[in-house]
């Protein structure tokens, strides 16, 4: 199974990356990524850098060196599936809104589409790789469309064959070129194999053979699910401790590090923040509770339930605790809203906690000004499903809005002004330098600060005047 020609369904956080991480690495094969979205093919071919659909450091780098030269985009997915050797499928998979298993059972129409369009247009032998994160058994389904195909009475169909693999991308967002460059592990799930060893052989180019683990199929498909369900887990878990910290006391950045240092638990994911978010960990929890109920563990259901109702419960304590602190009133209050994207390094929103916690500031008659170095204000308006003030940069809270309202500011100092309280929501590095003693002065007073990251010196803001909340902190 020589693999030359390697095509990739979906140019998203996961497809877009991945590939150009692989294109570096193997100079000797072609990439093909395509997508049915042609503004954002358009935006991956752009010639300014900064305009490409997705922010991620060192990204860039690698699309200006590779693009053009074994790395493509572009929007003919048909074309080059006939060509490919190898067909990665990166689509997106969201939660089901209806039917059976809405609310918790990923919706597969895309991944079933990709699946047919490969059936439609692969000559010869084609291994199909999973790397969205799929359900347990999809590969079967993706597996029964592809065998259909050789039923049809056209000479095509008798030449053709077809490997499914599960190759679940561990990749995290705003780290992503790292994660790609030097996995922890890389997870090759599959029954035939020849088609796993033709799949290894491109990671052994840059992977230690030792961090290369086959499983079978269904083995990885499950393992993506529980390694996200486990790293959520520890945020809930750290999330719900920061609470009980607050009420009696305790810090939960020492609870963190008393804990983290026994090697059992290790010190990783156990910030306590404003809840999680991304596009993967709320899915992937509630595809696995959906699994769990089908296969009748209820149990098993409602214990990774806790861990998606934990962290909703805590972005809404957030808002609340907001409310109580400016008196149970924010008609007339003007917040600056210090991060939208779900975490730092990226432009990415799916899920942030800040959608939740602005929509409950909003529901209270709040005016806030959003900043965010990465996330355009369009992005905001399609998450908070509310069009951005039209007073843009007069007087946003003068109004006397008894709704809430909401502008976008492109400078941390513009947010600030005439504000009564700053909420930092994202951990973006410009945060935590920020000069209390002089953006105290452009603040309304009783001012407050918020800061769900734990970034900010408490000092730094108590020496301002301004009154300081961090998340976990009993003592301040
Ligand atoms: C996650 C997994 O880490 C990755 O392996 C998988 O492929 C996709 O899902 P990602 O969603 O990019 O990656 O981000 P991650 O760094 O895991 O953070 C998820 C959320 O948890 C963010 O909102 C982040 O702010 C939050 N988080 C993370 C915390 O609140 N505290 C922590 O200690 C770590
Ligand atoms: P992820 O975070 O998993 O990468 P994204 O939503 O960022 O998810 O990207 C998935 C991409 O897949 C989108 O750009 C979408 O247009 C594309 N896509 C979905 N279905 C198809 C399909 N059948 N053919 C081509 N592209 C598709």
Known sequence: ????????????????????????????????VVDFNEER??????????????????????????RGKNLYFSSLVDEKIKNADMVFISVNTPTKTSGIGAGKASNLKWVEACARQVAENSKGHTIVVEKSTLPVRTAEAIMTILESSKNS???????????VLSNPEFLSEGNAINDLNKPDRVLIG?????????????????????KILKTNIWSSELAKLTANAFLAQRISSINSISALCEATGADIREVSRAIGSDSRIGAKFLDSGPGFGGSCFKKDILNLVYLAEYFGLPEVATFWNAVVKLNTWHQHRISKLIIKKLFGNLSSKKIAVLGFAFKSNTNDTRESASI?????????????????????PEQIEIDLNLAMSSNQNKNLVNKNNSEGCWEYSSKIEDALLGADAVLILTEWKEYSNIDWLKM???????????DSRSIIEPKKVLKSGLNFWRVGDGVI
Do not use: H
């Not at 390697?6 to 590939?19: D, E, L, N, R």
């Not at 570096?24 to 093909?32: G, M, Y």
């Not at 997705?54 to 200006?64: D, M, R, T, V």
């Not at 603040?443 to 407050?448: E, H, L, S, V």
């Open 1 to 32: 199974m020589e693999i030359k020609n390697i095509c990739c369904i979906g140019a998203g956080y996961v497809g877009g990356p991945t590939m150009a991480v692989m294109a570096n690495k193997c100079p000797d094969l072609n990439f093909e």
């Open 41 to 66: 093919i358009k935006k991956w071919n752009s010639k300014d850098l900064s305009e490409l659909p997705i922010y991620e450091p060192g990204l860039a780098e690698i699309i200006k060196d590779c």
């Open 153 to 163: 009475n056209n000479s095509r169909s008798k030449q053709i064959s077809f490997d």
């Open 190 to 210: 599959g029954e035939n194999d020849q088609a796993v060893e033709a799949l290894c052989k491109i990671y052994k180019r840059w992977v230690p053979e030792k």
């Open 356 to 376: 939740q916690i602005c929509k409950d500031l909003l529901d209270e008659g709040a005016s806030l000004s959003i900043q965010d170095p990465k996330v355009s």
């Open 440 to 450: 105290s002065d452009k603040m309304r007073r009783p001012g407050w600060v918020f």
